[in-house]
Every structure is written in C-alpha cells, then in structure tokens.
Nanobody
Framework: QVQLVESGGDLVQPGGSLRLSCAAS????????IGWFRQAPGKEREEVTC????????YYTDSVKGRFTLSRDRSKNTVYLQMNSLKPEDTGVYYC???????????????????WGKGTLVTVSS
C-alpha cells in the first residue's frame, strides 16, 4: 500500500526557515509527479510546487519563488520542501501529493493527484 507521510511542520518566526519532508512508502515509480500543496485557515487548498520524474519539469507558485525549494532523495524515496524567508501568509497545513504515471509539469500542479498525505502544520508567527 502506497503511503505519503509528511513531517517537519512547526511554529517559526517570520523570516525563519523550515524543511518539510514527505516519505513515500510502497512506491518506486519510475514515472510520477509529486508536489506540495497548502491550505491556510479559512481558505481553499492551493498548489505550492511540484516536479515530474519524467523530465524534472518543476513548478512553483509565484508567492514562493526564490524562497522555497523542492528536492528529492531517490534513495530514501523522500521529497523535501526547503522554506526560507517565511512569512505569516505561508501559514497553513502543507500536504504532499503523488500522481502515478507519465506527466510533464506545464505551468501548474493542478493535476489529478492519486494520493495525499495527512498534512503537517506550518505556523509563521512572532
């Protein structure tokens, strides 16, 4: 059974950094897309970033460009979201999601993800 488990959420001050992890168990690919989404209190879930294994095509939403970085450790079947210069508006539950299959990321992560993690809470506040 494929599972996604997020970790790393915490309370951090504005300007601080966090690294989120998403461990995918029971899955080996080779073709997939994986990404991070977030949901702020009282708002709809939004895409943050995603990457395709087919061609490493990547997308970042405008509000996180230059601050957040998605990376992968294939040996650990884990993806990371390094978040720097955090702002209060980055607060929310961060979800990892997986699409199984061949896909290229073209300007959006709004694709029909097959599996979602339970989320990890990031709070940016002084």
């Amino acid at each position: 059974q494929v599972q996604l488990v997020e970790s790393g959420g915490d309370l951090v001050q504005p300007g601080g950094s966090l690294r989120l992890s998403c461990a995918a168990s029971g899955f080996r690919g080779p073709y997939y897309a994986i990404g991070w989404f977030r949901q702020a209190p009282g708002k709809e879930r939004e895409e943050v970033t995603c990457i395709s294994s087919a061609d490493d095509s990547t997308y970042y939403t405008d509000s996180v460009k230059g601050r957040f970085t998605l990376s992968r450790d294939r040996s650990k079947n884990t993806v990371y979201l390094q978040m720097n210069s955090l702002k209060p508006e980055d607060t929310g539950v961060y979800y990892c999601a997986l699409y199984v299959g061949f896909i290229e990321i073209m300007g959006t992560c709004d694709i029909a993800m097959d599996l979602w993690g339970k989320g990890t809470l990031v709070t940016v506040s002084s």
